[in-house]
């Protein structure tokens, strides 16, 4: 049971919860960009969670499926057909064997979801199969997905038997993505990092009033904003430090950098801001060349705000596999 | 001395626990105590020494307190108590020599380096293997190990134009600090030699040669030896 790449799209990679507890040998956690758009394509598809899914980037694969199969599309908006037929995203879609989804470019946001009823079932890596690709680690080396990779699938666990024949059926409900994505592009929450009391007045002002740019030398390791250059009120020479996705670093150049899922695990430069975990998701789905904007936050309502997401979420699953078990 | 630890609240799941702000053997002696002693105490930790702090990133929902007291307040408490009580053991630390095959193709900066400070080549490789290395911390890539004990005298500033591809074991200097690359790799400082071992295989059940808080040696070895050493390595 596989599934063939055609085309591989922009930038297609194998990604799950990523790779916790192996920074102190200098291995970042890595990961899907968007964790909850990954984790409801999985639940979507009846998976018991931890499956590797594919995160597509601006422009989606091409793949044959070799046998029938169960997928979902959660995250960007994106095209997708199978023949002339659309697949409707946000819920889960039987394909008959053969079937060959060509996914197109994203209307809305940035990455995209694509999983499958058993998961992508490579060789995990250091607990993980999700592919660093700044740190070369997981399938082939922590490559993205080219032409001509063949991916076996897992065996699904207990659940409902597929459905027999040749025609392409989506569940006759879907997600609302509304929670889940978010198309207003609101500004991202951001606590005070450990230097942002030395940058100077009118830089704190822009921090939280201005805004940035999303440039397109972005990538999964950092997010480069530009647009506007900040400047502490004298220059600070540090030792490196703990790095974390979600680090606002500010080099020399006065571009911040937002650090992203493959953030390395240390580095030197001054830690303006957090942005909240809450947010980061939304940070991923940002385009190159979109605006970047900040508002000051706290980290009680970081955490007050992450807990509920939480807790909606794991309801939300729960919800989606009492449904999945009875249609 | 001990010093007064500054926590700080990097995340929602990350407590920075800072013992200094200098690059310094005693800092770093003093943040590897404080891992080692954390690790085993509060095992659900995960801890990531650097040079002069130390990194704790934990689950913020089971350290949250039943009457809601603060995740990151908790676990301070719990750090700080831990931290007061370590047994005042010195941690038995590994020694590993790793062979070194200094100069022509496998330390292309190597002759760059000793005009620089002003020495033959053959001091510089004196020097380099004379000194008592500690692994102060991994970074920048996976198995990368920041070195303290650089002879001050064979500080040298990074190279102007950093390389794209350097080679897989380069054992080289960048400043006060010298490291080994694990895996090909861009990057800065000055290749002074190449050594034949692996330092990061993801497939071992250990997968970094070295860890934080090891002491390092460096042997000089000739081009014969490099090419037996590395045709025997795994992988």
């Known amino acids: ?327 | 001395m001990e010093h007064e630890i500054q926590f700080e609240a990097l995340a929602e799941d990350a407590l920075l626990l800072r013992f200094g702000e200098r690059i310094d053997v005693d800092l770093n002696a003093q943040v590897q105590a404080a891992a080692i002693s954390l690790r085993s105490r509060i095992p659900e930790l995960e801890c990531v020494p650097a040079y002069a702090s130390l990194l704790l990133r934990f689950d913020p929902w089971a350290w949250a307190g039943d009457d809601g007291q603060h995740p990151h307040q908790r676990l301070r408490a719990v750090v700080s108590a831990t931290l007061r009580d370590r047994d005042q053991v010195t941690v038995a630390s590994r020694e590993l020599i790793i062979p070194v095959c200094y100069g022509g193709e496998y330390g292309p900066d190597l002759e760059e380096v000793a005009a620089c400070c002003g020495l033959d080549v053959d001091t510089v490789i004196a020097r380099h293997t004379a000194a008592n290395y500690r692994v102060a911390m991994l970074g920048f890539a996976p198995g990368f190990p920041y070195l303290l004990g650089l002879d001050p005298q064979l500080a040298v500033p990074r190279r102007t134009d950093p390389r794209q591809r350097v080679p897989a074991g380069s054992v080289a200097i960048g400043g006060s600090q010298t490291g080994i690359y694990p895996e090909v790799l861009p990057g800065g400082w000055q290749l002074i030699g190449r050594t034949p071992l692996r330092l990061f295989d993801v497939t071992a059940s250990d997968p970094s040669l070295l860890a934080a808080g090891d002491r390092v040696r460096f042997r000089a070895i000739d081009e014969e030896t490099f090419r037996q050493l590395l045709a025997a390595s795994p992988g």
């Not at chain 1, 980037?57 to 499926?65: D, K, M, Q």
Request: charged residues 15%; aromatic residues 4%; proline residues 8%.
């Open chain 1, 1 to 327: 049971m596989s599934v063939s790449i055609l085309k591989p799209g922009l930038l297609s990679s194998l990604q799950d919860a990523g790779r916790p507890g192996h920074a102190a040998l200098g291995v970042g956690r890595a990961g899907a960009m968007d964790g909850p758009a990954w984790q409801l394509a999985n639940a979507l598809v009846g998976n018991q969670g931890g499956e590797a899914a594919i995160e597509c980037t601006l422009v989606g694969p091409s793949l044959r499926f070799e046998r029938a199969s169960v997928i979902a599309l959660t995250g960007a908006v994106i095209a997708a057909h199978v023949g002339s037929q659309p697949i409707p995203l946000w819920t889960s879609c039987f394909l008959p064997a053969g079937s060959v989804l060509q996914l197109g470019g994203m209307t809305h946001g940035c990455r995209a979801y694509l999983a499958v009823r058993g998961g992508f079932d490579v060789t995990p890596v250091l607990g993980s199969r999700s592919s660093d690709l700044h740190a070369r680690i997981g399938y082939e080396h922590g490559r993205a997905l080219r032409a001509g990779d063949v991916l076996p699938i897992g065996a699904a666990a207990a659940l409902p038997a597929l459905p027999a024949g040749n025609d392409l059926r989506p569940l006759h409900w879907s997600l609302d993505p509304q929670p889940w994505f978010d198309f207003d592009r609101r500004p991202l929450a951001m606590l005070h990092g450990s230097h942002w009391s030395q940058l100077d007045k009118a830089s704190k002002q822009w921090l939280s009033d201005g805004s940035f740019v999303l440039s397109k030398d972005s990538n999964r390791t950092a997010g480069r904003l530009d647009g506007h250059v900040l400047r502490l009120q004298a220059p600070l020479e540090l030792i490196s430090e703990a790095a974390l996705p979600g680090t606002l670093q500010l080099p020399p150049s006065g571009q911040p950098i937002a650090l992203l899922a493959e953030a390395p695990v240390t580095g030197g430069y001054p830690r303006i801001g957090q942005i909240a975990a809450m947010d980061l998701p939304r940070l991923a789905q940002l385009r190159p060349g979109d605006t970047v904007c900040f508002h000051e936050s706290t980290l009680d309502e970081a955490l007050t705000r992450l807990a509920a997401r939480q807790q909606r979420l794991t309801q939300l699953v729960e919800t989606i596999a009492q449904r999945l078990e009875h249609p």
